[in-house]
């Protein structure tokens, strides 16, 4: 069987904790800044967990990672 192989645009958006968990930025940070109030864009700024129920998918794209 071959080597599985990491999915290469998922491994630069995650990262993996030290507990196994992956780690990701928020979205709706990039452009159409001025309407946003500071408060939502300081709490954007901040990375967070992926969801437990897309975590499977993921850890098949990162198999390595």
């Not at 998922?10 to 309407?35: D, E, P, Q, V, Y």
């Not at 992926?50 to 850890?59: F, I, L, T, W």
């Amino acid at each position: 069987m071959p080597k599985m192989k990491t999915n290469r645009a998922a491994a630069k958006r995650l990262k993996r904790t030290g507990t196994g968990k992956l780690r990701r930025r928020r979205a709706n940070k990039s452009h159409i800044l001025t309407k946003k109030t500071t408060k939502r864009k300081r709490r954007l700024r901040q990375a967070t967990l992926v969801a437990k129920v897309d975590e499977g998918r993921m850890n098949r794209l990162l198999p390595t990672l």
